[in-house]
């Protein structure tokens, strides 16, 4: 039996930051990049990895950078991109 009127929480859009210039450092700081449940294999080297793209893509992040250096024009498309940046705490 289920309770009536319980809205599930829904978890709130995981949505790109910036995409980093040709050999600069992706942030991947959020939590869900990283699945701590299953391995899946890179989708460009093919190794396992926990970490997940954006979009859910699984790649490990040095593969994610060496891409963006290597396609800086498809790169733009925003297939790896960083988090977004936190907002500012306010003092008070």
């Known amino acids: 039996m289920t309770r009536q009127g319980r809205a599930k929480k829904e978890k709130p859009p995981f949505e790109p930051g910036l995409i980093p210039a040709p050999g600069e450092l992706l942030v991947w700081r959020d939590g869900q990049h990283f699945d701590r449940f299953q391995d899946l294999?890179?989708?460009?080297?093919?190794?396992?990895?926990?970490?997940r793209s954006h979009s859910g893509e699984a790649a490990h992040k040095a593969c994610a950078e060496g891409w963006i250096a290597a396609?800086?024009?498809?790169?733009?498309?925003?297939r790896f991109a960083s988090d977004?940046?936190?907002k500012p705490k306010s003092k008070g």
């Not at 294999?41 to 990895?49: E, G, M, S």
């Not at 396609?71 to 925003?78: D, F, I, Q, S, Y």
């Open 41 to 51: 294999d890179c989708v460009l080297c093919t190794k396992p990895t926990p970490l």
């Open 71 to 78: 396609n800086p024009v498809e790169a733009c498309l925003g």
């Open 84 to 86: 977004l940046a936190p």
